[in-house]
T-cell receptor, first 115, second 113 residues
Framework: DSGVTQTPKHLITATGQRVTLRCSPRSGDLSVYWYQQSLDQGLQFLIQYYNGEERAKGNILERFSAQQFPDLHSELNLSSLELGDSALYFCASSAGLAGEANTQYFGPGTRLTVL | LAKTTQPISMDSYEGQEVNITCSHNNIATNDYITWYQQFPSQGPRFIIQ???TKVTNEVASLFIPADRKSSTLSLPRVSLSDTAVYYC??????????????FGGGTRVLVKP
């Protein structure tokens, strides 16, 4: 158990809908990352937050957005869903600048299926 | 941005040692080398991390030559449960922004009985 939790574990929805994925980082970790992994593909970095502020953006679509709340949990919002958005979405956390650990810890992921 | 190159796949047999090499020619001075293991439909799991020379823990060893332009993950005496995808990541996670921490394509290791 990495200490990173993600909900829900599975999500099935229809095209055009909007969903919210939730992530709680490890206790004390300030940095949260979101990744997308399509079938048999590598990890694609989407976005990173550090202590409530956006730190970096990757290949994140404009239909997707995220935020990190004062309690450091994060949400990834996916809207106007398309079939191609079906994927595993992982959240990872790290201590960030304030910590000594130089490691990302990944959550179990949310499997999104768009029908 | 330290780009990494790994073999796409490797086959091995139970009880053998598996060595996976990752090339990272433009590694930066502050970059660390981290390896993750991923099983199907699960999140990547940290295996080992190093900066230079050799690092060993209870599951693997990591060999890093003096020029640090490559690294080799060594899995001793693999079992069927070691069948997974292994990712090499180069960067300074504490300081680098997420878009500077690029996972390579990973190496799919298949352990046969």
């Amino acid at each position: 158990d990495s200490g990173v939790t993600q909900t829900p574990k599975h999500l099935i929805t229809a095209t055009g809908q909007r969903v919210t994925l939730r992530c709680s980082p490890r206790s004390g970790d300030l940095s949260v990352y979101w990744y997308q992994q399509s079938l048999d593909q590598g990890l694609q970095f989407l976005i990173q937050y550090y202590n409530g502020e956006e730190r970096a953006k990757g290949n994140i679509l404009e239909r997707f957005s995220a935020q990190q709340f004062p309690d450091l949990h994060s949400e990834l919002n996916l809207s106007s869903l398309e079939l191609g958005d079906s994927a595993l979405y992982f959240c990872a956390s790290s201590a960030g600048l304030a910590g000594e650990a130089n490691t990302q810890y990944f959550g179990p992921g949310t499997r999104l299926t768009v029908l | 941005l330290a780009k990494t190159t790994q073999p796409i796949s490797m086959d091995s047999y139970e009880g053998q040692e598996v060595n996976i090499t990752c090339s990272h020619n433009n590694i930066a001075t502050n970059d660390y080398i981290t390896w993750y293991q991923q099983f199907p439909s699960q999140g990547p799991r940290f295996i080992i991390q190093g900066y230079k020379t050799k690092v060993t823990n209870e599951v693997a060893s990591l060999f890093i030559p003096a020029d640090r332009k490559s690294s080799t993950l060594s899995l001793p005496r693999v079992s069927l449960s070691d069948t997974a995808v292994y990712y090499c990541l180069v960067g300074d996670i504490r300081r680098a922004a997420g878009n500077k921490l690029t996972f390579g394509g990973g190496t799919r290791v298949l352990v046969k009985p």
